[in-house]
């Protein structure tokens, strides 16, 4: 399997004016999106919480994260954003893609729009 990426912006919800577009990693086996810690302190993301995160290669680690508007291919929702490391590749977690209403096409590996939200 390849692997996908997609342009998000990010945006602080005191300060959406500004906000951080990047291309990010589409990983359907991250729960939470992650950005560099420096970034996210630009845009004015604030820190409000620290959570256990279990990394690619098994290890435990904690991550603070703040809250962020997500905007992914026209759509905009809200989650959870991880301070990682400087330098480190983003993240799109899957929260963010189920929530923006956005699928990863299996065949294709490229996130696509779904048809409707489900709320049964």
């Known amino acids: 399997m390849g692997t996908t990426h997609t342009t998000v912006t990010l945006r602080s919800f005191t300060n959406g004016r500004e906000g951080f577009t990047g291309e990010f990693l589409v990983d359907t086996g991250a729960i939470d999106c992650l950005a560099p810690a420096d970034v996210l302190e630009r845009i004015g993301i604030e820190r409000i919480g620290k959570e256990s995160y279990e990394l690619a290669d098994g290890r435990s680690v904690e991550f603070e994260f703040g809250l962020a508007q997500i905007e992914v291919m026209g759509k905009i929702t ?4 991880v301070f990682g490391p400087s330098g480190v590749e983003p993240i799109l977690g899957v929260v963010a ?6 699928k990863v096409n299996p065949v294709t590996q490229e996130l696509e729009r ?3 939200s489900l709320l049964k």
Do not use: F, M, Y
Not at 97 to 102: F, G, H, N, R
């Open 78 to 81: 809200a989650g959870r954003v």
């Open 97 to 102: 893609i189920e929530s923006a209403v956005l």
């Open 114 to 116: 779904l048809p409707a």
